[in-house]
């Protein structure tokens, strides 16, 4: 599918992006700004959809309240269930965990990697490569501009990459949920 092909109805429906930063323009309610990730559904079903989604983010309680009156946190589970509501082909999140405390962290990878072993494809920019070690299936290391590894956690970030790239060296040990980098400064 060629993203550029597509009119902008299509490319709501087959793409949706979660922004680095937590702005948003107005200051609607929560569930409204979630429902606008469920648009082309109409009346209940989208007020459904976007309750959903809340509450998937654990953060249903926030339905009523305006988003520039929450905090930083709050305000990423809203955008997160905006994009959970549109249940778009592929997401896009750009540093979805930035800023957050490590619940938060937690909460939006497990969120997204869910999303991604239901069938939809996640891209998501992290600088913490604990963290995309443990939840990416699949790691691209960039550096200036180009590709300098591509494969699983374990390959891509392995003790040549993370020492010419990063500065690092790194240990893979075994953790309950898989293997966990553990990082340090050369």
């Known amino acids: 599918m060629d993203l550029e ?13 979660l922004p680095q930063d937590g702005t948003v323009a107005w200051n609607l309610p929560a569930i409204e700004v979630v429902r606008l990730g469920a648009g082309f559904l109409s009346g209940e ?17 926030l339905a009523d309240r305006g988003v520039a009156e929450l905090s930083g946190g709050e305000r990423a589970r809203v955008l997160l269930a905006r994009v959970l509501a549109s249940e778009a082909g592929l997401v896009l999140a750009d540093e979805p965990v930035a800023g957050l405390d490590p619940d938060g962290q937690l909460l939006v990878l497990e969120r997204l990697r869910a999303r991604a072993k239901s069938g939809q494809t996640v891209v998501a920019s992290l600088h913490d490569l604990s963290l ?11 550096h200036q501009g180009t590709v300098r590894a591509d494969g699983p956690p374990e390959q891509a970030l392995d003790a040549d990459i993370l020492g010419q790239v990063f500065g690092l060296t790194g240990r893979w ?6 293997p966990v980098l553990t990082l340090k400064r050369l």
Do not use: W
């Open 132 to 142: 995309a070690a443990r939840f990416a299936d699949r790691v691209i290391v960039l």
């Open 173 to 178: 040990l075994a953790g309950d949920d898989g």
């Open 45 to 61: 079903g989208a007020g459904a959809r976007a309750m959903s989604a809340l509450e998937e983010v654990e953060a249903g309680a």
């Open 5 to 17: 092909t597509l009119n902008p109805r299509e490319r709501a429906q087959a793409l949706a992006y």
